[in-house]
């Protein structure tokens, strides 16, 4: 396990994330709408009913970042970044979009990216 | 004014009533068929797998079972849909895109061009229809705007890119009406919409509305329990 | 995951009759996954039963919440003051999830409304393929990943028996294919045919008895 408290972020090795799945994840945060159509799929948005847990929220502020900073986000960016991709989703995979934007596969690369940096799903909370 | 006067002037007239319908319908096209493929290659064609008949109890099936009544009406089953879950926003925007889609393409001042121009004479609606059609249109815009400003869980994903798209959605439309109505100049108001419209076009492929394209691969062709089709397509 | 199938209407509707404030708990894991027992199965359950109770104008009433999983107690912390407005609980998550929360609520009635069937993978949309059956003495190391308790109709540890057919069949089912045909195959291809030349110990069924699991980790911590 890396002491990731003070280790530099590795941008090289999240851009080859970004770059693996760039034209569907790139595609995917194109084409979405911001209907917020996705978010009564959600179980954790009906317990919860706070944006944060719609699933437009959670990948547009995950993955949707960072691609926008070409993979150039801050350790802290990525630490608010696992609460979403973790806390906040179960990845159930049962979201609903009515485009058919796949987005349990956005959750899973942003999970991805985060695991690259040392940062994993919090266990002690 | 100075900005009204370049509106009106005749060379961005003449160029917005010839190459740039040329440019943008030809971007249009080209785009589009391009993001088609695009969004196609994403995803693959899968062979429908056959059930493996790995359960030992699998017995030959009686001949033909009684198909069980669904307890559930019709009108039960789609409000466990987002239509139940969203009525008024799925309604709204049904019309929206009816009206995006129908009042360009059958407006009568837009086809008397294309008979004029290549002897196209297809139906049209009543110039009293298309202007009821396109206020209905304008009413369900303001809707979307209202609720992209007013509606907390959409406004936390509202970017400013989002009103830039809405305008240019809406400006067409309200350009056309306005200019039909001769309200203001209308000179002015025909270039802009002449403008704005092939702004929309050439906008199509490249921004999020591609949903158009998407929409239909997607909910028809790629495998989902949303799915609306019997698609057999599965993401790479 | 683990894979279940909702059961049929009639036995969830009979098995609780007589409760008037029935609450339907979702799973998020992995009733979900298998589109079993996840908030839509809830919402579309309790508008089956609902119209069925309005038919018979009694005066039963489900309302639906879905939790993240089942099978872990610190995911219940919103139901004990949910509950209190309710005289049962109908659960939609795999049997473990019903049993712990049975236990956590032991004085309500818990009624299962899926039945749980095997340890399984996605293999397409909404349909899922067994595995696994949790024997505790996993050899997949020595049979190239295919298991043999799960797939072979006998069990067989230490190769077929003699009525494999001539296709690579099962004894029973000619549409059954031979696990331990398919494990020689994919060992031939590995070059690792050596491996089943080994013979596997009988087979001490682990699974008779409740099993419970401590991570060697943790080992020292609950005394073992």
Known sequence: ?125 | MEISNIFSSALLYNLARGPLVWISFLVFFAGSIFQILRILSLTKNDERIGIQAKDSKNKKKPAKEKKKEAILSWFQQLKLTIVGVSPIMIIVTTVFHICLFVVPVFLLAHNIMLDDAWGLSIITFSEKTADILTIIFLATALFFLLRRLFVGRVRSITSLYDCFIWIIATAPFLTGFLAYHQMFDYRTVIVLHMLFGELMLIAIPFTKFTHMFFFFIFRFFVKSEYSLGKGNRSWY | MVKSERKPIEEIKDSIKGYKNILNIGCGGCSSVCLSGGQREVNMLNAELNTLFKAENGSQKIDGYTIERQCNAKYYYDLPEILLNYDCILSMACGAGVQLAAEIFSNKPVFPAVNTVSIGIDRDIGMYEEKCRACGQCVLGYTAGICPVTRCAKSLFNGPCGGTNGGGMCEISNEIPCAWHDIYERLKEQNRLDDILKIQPVMMWQNQVQRTTIQEPYKERYGK
Not at chain 1, 67 to 73: F, L, M, T
Not at chain 1, 97 to 105: A, H, K, M, R, V
């Open chain 1, 1 to 125: 396990m890396l002491d990731n408290s003070t280790t530099e972020i590795d941008t090289v090795s999240i851009q080859h994330i970004l770059n693996k799945n760039k034209t569907k994840m790139k595609l995917s945060l194109k084409v979405c709408a911001h209907c917020t159509m996705c978010a009564e799929s959600c179980f954790l948005y009906m317990i919860h009913r706070k944006p944060e847990y719609m699933p437009s929220y959670k990948f547009i502020n995950t993955i949707g970042k960072i691609y926008q900073k070409k993979g150039n986000v801050s350790r802290e960016f990525l630490e608010k970044a696992r609460d979403l991709v973790w806390e906040n989703c179960v990845l159930c995979t049962r979201c609903y979009c009515p485009i058919g934007i796949d987005i349990p596969s956005m959750i899973a690369v942003g999970r991805s990216i985060c695991r690259s940096q040392g940062i994993e799903q919090r266990h002690d909370k």
